[in-house]
């Protein structure tokens, strides 16, 4: 918030981009970091500023319920899991997903109906996108699974109000360096930022600026991380009010966090983020609360099409206040919102659904408890609705 002005002045000297006459109330941009340990070659783009609303549209007050007398704006910020939309272009006939949309009349926006309300309702909506939006041909070709989206499917993103996707995981670079540049490129155009380990995402809410660095944990590299991931965080709180760091890491079915997560998980709130988010193993894990900042092991899956009847379809959106005032950020309290990823429960139509029935929300909360033994800063109790 405090630094926005000094910001956007330093990337329009560094980087030849205009300053709008207006702050818009949303912004994105993609700031460059050093070379991270992705797979893929670091983008040769130089950072680009990207408006959601145009420079000389005026800039819309705060809400009012979103201000305290002090001054202090609350923002809320909504996480979700796995997204993966589309198919694998190699194998013949439809995909399950273009099966799914054939079922709903042609109709793409239908995967976000049951959440649609919520993410319209916070002040930013996070993702892992785990795929690509490209028409590039296949480049992992000895891969079991490749997925791709035609660009278009990026309007599923931009209705469904997700505002930003970490863009740092096994997926991403399945189509090769034209398919990821692509994604990207269709991903601003949309105005929805993207991060991984060699960029930053900044978003822009009510002047507060939230940057987002993304990271793939290899059990080779967790070392190097160790390293990395705080001297990038320290970088990015120097500039930007929030700073949340997701990871893709763990094991693939796990319902709990292993030792190096644990590990890097903390050091990474040690060196200033505010939230750290965690993603891959496709089930929920425990949240553990770590000097005031929260530490959100796995958010499952959100709407993943990689498969048409997983053996847990349960899930949750993390949703977490923070308060912004003049010097400090504080954490202001969380809830989950215990979801299936199907709007079904005999097979997966991709479509994200809050469960309304008790006994399905108990059972995801009683998960979460029975899995945070050994944690040591685990929250013992996990609000379905705020305090």
Same mark, same amino acid.
């Given at each position: 918030?405090?630094?926005?002005?000094?910001?956007?002045?330093?990337?329009?000297?560094?980087?030849?981009?205009?300053?709008p006459s207006a702050l818009a109330d949303e912004e994105?941009?993609?700031?460059?970091?050093?070379?991270?340990?992705?797979?893929?070659?670091?983008?040769?783009?130089?950072?680009?500023?990207?408006?959601?609303?145009?420079?000389?549209?005026?800039?819309?007050?705060?809400?009012?319920?979103?201000?305290?007398?002090?001054?202090?704006?609350?923002?809320?910020?909504?996480?979700?899991?796995?997204?993966?939309?589309?198919?694998?272009?190699?194998?013949?006939?439809?995909?399950?997903?273009?099966?799914?949309?054939?079922?709903?009349?042609?109709?793409?926006?239908?995967?976000?109906?049951?959440?649609?309300?919520?993410?319209?309702?916070?002040?930013?909506?996070?993702?892992n996108f785990e795929g690509t939006l490209t028409t590039?041909?296949?480049?992992?070709?000895?891969? &079991?699974?490749?997925?791709?989206? $035609?660009?278009?499917?990026?309007?599923? #993103?931009?209705?469904?109000? +997700?505002? *930003?996707? /970490?863009?740092?995981?096994?997926?991403?670079?399945?189509?090769?360096?034209?398919?990821?540049?692509?994604?990207?490129?269709?991903?601003?155009?949309?105005?929805?930022?993207?991060?991984?380990?060699?960029?930053?995402?900044?978003?822009?809410?009510?002047?507060?600026?939230?940057?987002?660095?993304?990271?793939?944990?290899?059990?080779?590299?967790?070392?190097?991380?160790?390293?990395?991931?705080?001297?990038?965080?320290?970088?990015?709180?120097?500039?930007?009010?929030?700073?949340?760091?997701?990871?893709?890491?763990? &094991?693939?079915?796990?319902?709990? $966090?292993?030792?190096?997560?644990?590990? #890097?998980?903390?050091?990474? +709130?040690? *060196?200033? /983020?505010?939230?750290?988010?965690?993603?891959?193993?496709?089930?929920?894990?425990?949240?553990?609360?770590?000097?005031?900042?929260?530490?959100?092991?796995?958010?499952?899956?959100?709407?993943?099409?990689?498969?048409?009847?997983?053996?847990?379809?349960?899930?949750?959106?993390?949703?977490?206040?923070?308060?912004?005032?003049?010097?400090?950020?504080?954490?202001?309290?969380?809830?989950?919102?215990?979801?299936?990823?199907?709007?079904?429960?005999?097979?997966?139509?991709?479509?994200?659904?809050?469960?309304?029935? &008790?006994?399905?929300?108990?059972?995801?909360?009683?998960?979460?408890?029975?899995?945070?033994?050994?944690?040591?800063? *685990?929250?013992?109790?996990?609000?379905?609705?705020?305090?």
């Open positions: 918030m405090k630094k926005l002005l000094l910001i956007l002045l330093t990337l329009s000297i560094c980087c030849g981009v205009c300053l994105v941009s993609i700031i460059d970091l050093d070379p991270g340990i992705s797979e893929t070659p670091s983008p040769e783009a130089t950072p680009a500023v990207n408006p959601k609303h145009e420079a000389e549209e005026p800039a819309p007050s705060v809400p009012l319920e979103k201000v305290f007398k002090d001054g202090t704006i609350q923002l809320v910020i909504t996480a979700g899991g796995d997204m993966t939309i589309g198919g694998d272009v190699r194998k013949r006939g439809d995909s399950l997903f273009t099966r799914e949309l054939k079922r709903q009349d042609g109709d793409v926006h239908f995967l976000m109906r049951n959440v649609r309300e919520i993410f319209e309702s916070d002040d930013m909506s996070i993702v590039a041909p296949v480049y992992k070709t000895n891969n &079991q699974f490749v997925f791709s989206a $035609p660009p278009e499917y990026v309007e599923i #993103l931009k209705q469904g109000s +997700i505002e *930003a996707v /970490a863009l740092e995981n096994n997926h991403v670079f399945d189509h090769g360096q034209a398919g990821l540049d692509e994604t990207k490129a269709t991903l601003e155009k949309a105005g929805i930022v993207w991060s991984d380990s060699q960029s930053i995402g900044v978003y822009t809410v009510n002047n507060v600026t939230i940057a987002m660095l993304t990271y793939q944990q290899y059990r080779e590299k967790v070392e190097e991380l160790l390293v990395k991931v705080p001297q990038d965080v320290q970088n990015a709180k120097a500039l930007y009010d929030i700073v949340i760091v997701s990871f893709h890491w763990g &094991q693939e079915l796990d319902y709990k $966090p292993n030792k190096n997560q644990i590990k #890097l998980g903390r050091t990474t +709130i040690d *060196a200033g /983020a505010d939230l750290v988010l965690g993603h891959h193993s496709h089930r929920v894990n425990p949240i553990e609360k770590y000097k005031d900042r929260y530490i959100v092991y796995s958010l499952g899956n959100f709407s993943f099409a990689g498969n048409n009847k997983p053996s847990d379809m349960s899930t949750f959106l993390f949703q977490v206040r923070f308060n912004v005032k003049a010097d400090t950020i504080e954490t202001a309290g969380f809830r989950i919102i215990p979801s299936r990823i199907s709007s079904k429960s005999d097979y997966n139509d991709f479509a994200p659904t809050p469960f309304t029935d &008790q006994r399905l929300i108990d059972n995801v909360v009683n998960m979460l408890l029975k899995n945070s033994k050994g944690l040591d800063y *685990a929250v013992d109790y996990y609000p379905v609705d705020w305090d």
